[in-house]
């Protein structure tokens, strides 16, 4: 089974410039989370996505960032006017179930995209 | 709200010698999942083993193995037999278990750098 996907691993943009993520889940996972590593710290949850709906965005930045998960195709990440606090990496996450307990609702991660602002 | 601390920024241990990585957490649910994460110099996000705070007994997963005191609320990650492969950073991570809450939603801590040595 192949994991979580998400493109692109690494990403350059000037300030200004607009960003984009792209995660595919896990197969059979219709539960999607991105989550933010800022250097030397632990991952902080962004938000929560099922098909078509945002479930939860409370960690997302009021401005500038946006998600979605349509019905075909992978999750997007989106970051307008990129500013250089935005560098850090953006981890995507699926499971099967939302969080109801036990090992086989475990979280899955992708690789991460990297974004660095110049 | 959820808390999760690891006071070790950094730890060393000699390879085939086993190592402990410590991890408290606060919260105020009284059922909860607790995650241990691998992140290597690559950076993906590797699932290593869960615990549940119902569960009476220790999680185990290869040379993985969690030691779970719920009375101190920590959540300890011990690896045995270290390898060179095993150096990477470790995040302890928890979410609440719980129904119509936010229970998909994972807590980091800072992580511990380990280091293996030949």
């Known amino acids: 089974n192949a994991g979580v996907m998400q493109n692109p691993r690494h990403l350059v943009r000037r300030r200004g410039q607009e960003a984009r993520l792209r995660c595919s889940p896990m197969k059979g996972h219709s539960h999607v989370y991105w989550y933010r590593q800022l250097p030397e710290e632990g991952l902080k949850f962004m938000v929560y996505?099922?098909?078509?709906?945002?479930?939860?965005e409370s960690g997302m930045p009021k401005e500038r960032f946006s998600a979605e998960f349509p019905k075909e195709g992978p999750s997007i990440l989106r970051i307008q006017q990129v500013v250089r606090g935005d560098s850090a990496a953006y981890f995507c996450?699926?499971?099967?179930?939302?969080?109801?307990?036990?090992?086989?609702?475990?979280?899955?991660f992708g690789e991460g995209s990297w974004l660095t602002v110049v | 709200a959820q808390k999760i601390t690891q006071t070790q920024p950094g730890m060393f241990v000699q390879e085939k010698e086993a190592v402990t990585l410590d991890c408290t957490y606060d919260?105020?649910?009284?059922?909860?999942?607790l995650f241990w994460y691998k992140q290597p110099s690559s950076g993906e996000m590797i699932f290593l083993i869960y615990q549940g705070s119902y569960d009476e007994q220790n999680a185990t997963e290869g040379r993985y193995s969690l030691n779970f005191q719920k009375a101190r609320k920590s959540a300890n990650l011990v690896i045995s037999a270290s390898q060179l492969g095993d150096s990477a950073m470790y995040f302890c991570a928890m979410r609440p278990l719980r129904s119509g809450g936010s229970n998909y939603k994972l807590t980091f801590g800072k992580g511990t750098l380990l280091t293996v040595n030949p």
């Open positions: 996450a699926s499971s099967r179930f939302e969080g109801t307990g036990g090992s086989g609702n475990t979280i899955y």
């Open positions: 996505l099922q098909k078509e709906n945002i479930i939860d």
């Open positions: 919260t105020s649910d009284q059922s909860y999942g």
